[in-house]
């Protein structure tokens, strides 16, 4: 799995694949396992990796765009495979994602999504890495009867990636609404 370590990742919260994504987390490096009951490991990735450090301005800039950002809904249900191995899902639509990055990505140029290294950053929830142990057979049958996820964005998590330190530094709502 990718994690950027000791860096921040703006990320939609999945709590529908919590279970599987926390279990591939301790599988490969448990110093990623967060104590924080507010980080959620599944998650599709907004834009990151972040900014090192949440200023005022950052804050207030990413808040605007959380507020002006609708929650929507997307379902999870196919299975892709990445060049380099990274199985994961898809999101159902993939538009609202794609918005959302854009906008941000717009706002922080300074923090092109994936450190600029894709043309075209496709949403998505990593799952695992295929290897002599992992297949995307074997990945659905570890899912179970998960898929399909229906599921519905409502909050940006600014979360922190570093071993025995992962966790969310701040969320917000999209649409402007409180927590829940």
Do not use: N
Request: glycine share 6%.
């Amino acid at each position: 799995m990718r994690v950027y370590p000791g860096h921040s990742v703006l990320q939609v919260p999945v709590p529908q694949l919590e279970d599987f994504v926390r279990a591939r987390t301790v599988h490969y490096d448990r110093s990623y396992l967060s104590a924080d009951p507010a980080h959620v490991h599944a998650h599709v990735t907004a834009l990151g990796p972040f900014a090192d450090e949440l200023t005022p301005d950052l804050e207030r800039r990413v808040a605007a765009i959380a507020a002006e950002t609708p929650p929507f809904d997307f379902v999870l249900a196919r299975l892709g495979r990445f060049a380099d191995g990274i199985l994961h899902l898809v999101p159902e639509p993939d538009e609202p994602f794609r918005k959302l990055t854009a906008r941000l990505a717009a706002e922080f140029p300074e923090h092109p999504p994936y450190a600029g290294r894709y043309a075209d950053p496709a949403p998505h929830l990593t799952l695992d890495l295929v290897s002599a142990d992992v297949t995307e057979a074997s990945t659905l049958a570890l899912l179970g009867g998960v898929l399909p996820a229906r599921c519905r964005a409502t909050r940006l998590d600014l979360a922190w990636y570093r071993p025995d330190a992962t966790g969310v530094l701040r969320s917000w709502s999209l649409g402007g609404g409180p927590l829940a």
